[in-house]
């Protein structure tokens, strides 16, 4: 939530930073600011509301010299979006602006207690208060009032500062928000994802919790806590910076969904040696899988879909007993997690705030915890016992679709090892799986070949007021997948159920005016979610049917069928996705949404 950035070097940098701020805009979009010294002494604070594209036309025409400067992009947490709540913050005196990703929990003490010394308040925001105590500390040196700024505060933030008097400089800290920085020689960036510094350095620095920086041109110092200099941990970026645009497709959710049948592809690939499933990472002792005797999934949102089709697959192949659970409520309850437990926590972004407080509760428990996650060096791969990365690349999108084909490719590869290495199935069955799991990609492609049905079933859910999804089995998930996107993009209201369940109270819901999506692929329940449809459609609501490619049943009964490629059932969710994801977007796109920017959301959720 919020995008942060900061340049300093020998460039000008306010097209630098609203460069970087474009980059991060997939965390937020209600404001963006910039605060860059004036060079009389002062600081110039520029900021819009909405988007990043508002600032840029507002900067372009203004004389604003400066090579260093920070750069804010909101997602609203303390006070509505609006100029006065922009980022950057200033302090009383005009010297000192500040840009925040996080919540400061202890702000309205801090503000009261400001505010009787005398410093005045102009926004609604918890940032502002951090501009205030850094005021009230300073005495010269910004990096020794960040030291004793940050000690009063509570709760996460990724902090970046410039001061007046040194205009040449940027003082960083953070605390459970992530903070990347890195220089290439000459100029030196902070942002909130590596995203909006590759274009300077692939070499980078992830500070850890508690670390401050002080960036110069070409120079980045890291301190800890007390002031001492740290040798920084660089980390290598290999992600290709072609993700990060369009590449004439009209939006990136497009072009991500296009990218599904390489990013599945490089998901798999290596993972079969010698007959053998193959998951390094893991680091697990036949020892240590032999004590498995349950296996716990956190996420949220997409990431906990996927793990509702791990459970499926991991308990079909592995045969081990497996619960998935969105982390927000796992995080709060007392899961039954013991350390013969693995713990499976799943998250794009790496940085929820929900998964991360689930990975420490489970590792509290002396759980192992294995990260699968799209992004490297983010923090859930600093707080778990092991990493497995999908090869997602980039995703722009707020709505998550390649990571989410991504992650059920990996959680596959998990099954497919467990059941393995448990000797539940024999190297026989794992490589013809892992075979079908490789052809999955060539099937996608096939499914991105042809859309027509899929613009045609968007005109039968465009006008509706609601929608229903059912499926059962995996593809009970694939809908529940189907649905969220849906939601998300198009602002229409969906809900998915279990095809069984629909006649225990969901029917009720259903006239003419609800359309259905159904899937009916082949699988060994077909018959019985067929006889669901005929239910739906006895009460007059229309149907929309994802089914396999040569079922005449389904075309006979449905008033639209979207075929897919026959696939074995456990890799149906991979392939029926795919129809979903286009189906949202073309609804959301004929109802006039942006489908990168849905209202409300942000791509990474590091607040509770
Ligand atoms: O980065 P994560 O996978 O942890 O994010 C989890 C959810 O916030 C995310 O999947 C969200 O539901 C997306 N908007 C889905 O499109």
């Given at each position: 939530?919020?995008?942060?950035?900061?340049?300093?070097?020998?460039?000008?940098?306010?097209?630098?930073?609203?460069?970087?701020?474009?980059?991060?805009?997939?965390?937020?979009?209600?404001?963006?600011?910039?605060?860059?010294?004036?060079?009389?002494?002062?600081?110039?604070?520029?900021?819009?509301?909405?988007?990043?594209?508002?600032?840029?036309?507002?900067?372009?025409?203004?004389?604003?010299?400066?090579?260093?400067?920070?750069?804010?992009?909101?997602?609203?947490?303390?006070?509505?979006?609006?100029?006065?709540?922009?980022?950057?913050?200033?302090?009383?005196?005009?010297?000192?602006?500040v840009v925040h990703n996080g919540i400061i929990e202890n702000y309205a003490a801090l503000r009261d207690e400001l505010r009787a010394q005398g410093h005045e308040f102009v926004s609604e925001t918890d940032t502002e208060t951090v501009a205030h105590l850094l005021e009230r500390y300073y005495e010269g040196d910004l990096a020794a009032a960040m030291r004793k700024t940050v000690a009063q505060l509570q709760g996460a933030y990724g902090i970046a500062a410039i001061h007046a008097d040194h205009p040449q400089q940027i003082v960083v800290s953070r605390k459970d928000s992530p903070i990347v920085v890195g220089t290439d020689g000459s100029s030196s960036l902070v942002a909130s994802d590596m995203v909006a510094v590759m274009d300077y350095t692939r070499d980078v620095v992830f500070l850890e919790d508690g670390q401050l920086a002080v960036l110069t041109p070409g120079s980045v110092e890291v301190q800890d806590a007390a002031g001492r200099a740290v040798e920084p941990q660089l980390t290598h970026i290999d992600w290709d910076t072609e993700a990060a645009e369009r590449a004439g497709y009209p939006d990136f959710m497009l072009k991500e969904i296009h990218e599904q049948p390489r990013v599945v592809r490089d998901t798999v690939s290596g993972h079969l040696k010698d007959n053998k499933i193959v998951?390094?990472?893991?680091?697990?002792?036949?020892?240590?899988?032999?004590?498995?005797?349950?296996?716990?999934i956190i996420g949220c949102g997409t990431s906990y879909h996927a793990g509702l089709v791990a459970r499926e697959l991991i308990e079909a192949w592995a045969r081990i007993p497996t619960r998935v659970e969105v982390a927000s409520e796992f995080r709060y309850r007392n899961p039954i997690v013991t350390p013969s437990t693995l713990v499976i926590a799943l998250s794009q972004s790496g940085e929820t705030a929900d998964t991360l407080a689930a990975v420490r509760l489970a590792r509290s428990k002396g759980a192992k915890v294995f990260a699968v996650t799209n992004v490297m060096g983010s923090r859930i791969t600093r707080e778990s016992d092991g990493t497995l990365y999908v090869k997602a690349n980039m995703e722009i999108s707020v709505a998550a679709t390649k990571s989410f084909l991504a992650q059920i490719a990996c959680v596959t590869l998990i099954a497919l090892f467990l059941a393995q290495r448990k000797g539940r199935l024999n190297?026989?069955?794992?490589?013809?799986?892992?075979?079908?799991?490789?052809?999955?990609?060539?099937?996608?492609?096939?499914?991105?070949?042809?859309?027509?049905?899929?613009?045609?079933?968007?005109?039968?859910?465009?006008?509706?007021?609601?929608?229903?999804?059912?499926?059962?089995?995996?593809?009970?998930?694939?809908?529940?997948?189907?649905?969220?996107?849906?939601?998300?993009?198009?602002?229409?209201?969906?809900?998915?159920?279990?095809?069984?369940?629909?006649?225990?109270?969901?029917?009720?819901?259903?006239?003419p005016s609800v359309p259905v999506v159904a899937v009916v692929t082949e699988s060994p329940t077909r018959m019985q979610t067929l006889s669901n449809v005929q239910e739906i459609l006895a009460r007059g609501a229309k149907v929309i049917a994802i089914a396999t490619e040569g079922d005449e049943d389904v075309r006979e009964i449905a008033d639209c069928v979207i075929y897919i490629p026959p696939v074995r059932d456990c890799f149906s969710a991979i392939t029926a996705s795919v129809p979903l994801q286009l189906l949202a977007r073309s609804v959301a796109l004929k109802r006039g949404c942006d489908v990168d920017h849905p209202r409300n959301l942000a791509k990474s959720v590091t607040v509770e």
């Amino acid at each position: 939530m919020c995008g942060i950035v900061g340049y300093v070097g020998n460039n000008q940098a306010k097209g630098i930073l609203v460069g970087g701020l474009r980059q991060l805009e997939y965390r937020g979009y209600d404001s963006a600011g910039i605060a860059v010294p004036d060079g009389a002494g002062g600081l110039e604070v520029v900021c819009r509301v909405g988007k990043v594209q508002a600032l840029a036309e507002a900067v372009e025409g203004m004389e604003l010299p400066a090579s260093c400067g920070i750069g804010h992009t909101r997602w609203a947490t303390h006070g509505k979006p609006s100029e006065t709540n922009a980022h950057p913050h200033k302090d009383c005196s005009g010297k000192v602006a500040v840009v925040h990703n996080g919540i400061i929990e202890n702000y309205a003490a801090l503000r009261d207690e400001l505010r009787a010394q005398g410093h005045e308040f102009v926004s609604e925001t918890d940032t502002e208060t951090v501009a205030h105590l850094l005021e009230r500390y300073y005495e010269g040196d910004l990096a020794a009032a960040m030291r004793k700024t940050v000690a009063q505060l509570q709760g996460a933030y990724g902090i970046a500062a410039i001061h007046a008097d040194h205009p040449q400089q940027i003082v960083v800290s953070r605390k459970d928000s992530p903070i990347v920085v890195g220089t290439d020689g000459s100029s030196s960036l902070v942002a909130s994802d590596m995203v909006a510094v590759m274009d300077y350095t692939r070499d980078v620095v992830f500070l850890e919790d508690g670390q401050l920086a002080v960036l110069t041109p070409g120079s980045v110092e890291v301190q800890d806590a007390a002031g001492r200099a740290v040798e920084p941990q660089l980390t290598h970026i290999d992600w290709d910076t072609e993700a990060a645009e369009r590449a004439g497709y009209p939006d990136f959710m497009l072009k991500e969904i296009h990218e599904q049948p390489r990013v599945v592809r490089d998901t798999v690939s290596g993972h079969l040696k010698d007959n053998k499933i193959v998951l390094e990472d893991l680091n697990l002792s036949q020892e240590d899988i032999e004590a498995i005797d349950q296996v716990y999934i956190i996420g949220c949102g997409t990431s906990y879909h996927a793990g509702l089709v791990a459970r499926e697959l991991i308990e079909a192949w592995a045969r081990i007993p497996t619960r998935v659970e969105v982390a927000s409520e796992f995080r709060y309850r007392n899961p039954i997690v013991t350390p013969s437990t693995l713990v499976i926590a799943l998250s794009q972004s790496g940085e929820t705030a929900d998964t991360l407080a689930a990975v420490r509760l489970a590792r509290s428990k002396g759980a192992k915890v294995f990260a699968v996650t799209n992004v490297m060096g983010s923090r859930i791969t600093r707080e778990s016992d092991g990493t497995l990365y999908v090869k997602a690349n980039m995703e722009i999108s707020v709505a998550a679709t390649k990571s989410f084909l991504a992650q059920i490719a990996c959680v596959t590869l998990i099954a497919l090892f467990l059941a393995q290495r448990k000797g539940r199935l024999n190297s026989r069955q794992v490589v013809s799986l892992f075979h079908e799991l490789r052809a999955t990609p060539a099937q996608i492609e096939y499914i991105l070949s042809d859309t027509s049905a899929i613009e045609e079933a968007a005109e039968l859910l465009k006008d509706c007021h609601s929608a229903m999804y059912v499926g059962r089995g995996i593809n009970a998930t694939t809908c529940y997948e189907g649905a969220l996107k849906l939601k998300e993009i198009s602002y229409l209201h969906a809900e998915a159920y279990a095809a069984g369940e629909l006649k225990h109270g969901p029917i009720a819901l259903l006239d003419p005016s609800v359309p259905v999506v159904a899937v009916v692929t082949e699988s060994p329940t077909r018959m019985q979610t067929l006889s669901n449809v005929q239910e739906i459609l006895a009460r007059g609501a229309k149907v929309i049917a994802i089914a396999t490619e040569g079922d005449e049943d389904v075309r006979e009964i449905a008033d639209c069928v979207i075929y897919i490629p026959p696939v074995r059932d456990c890799f149906s969710a991979i392939t029926a996705s795919v129809p979903l994801q286009l189906l949202a977007r073309s609804v959301a796109l004929k109802r006039g949404c942006d489908v990168d920017h849905p209202r409300n959301l942000a791509k990474s959720v590091t607040v509770e």
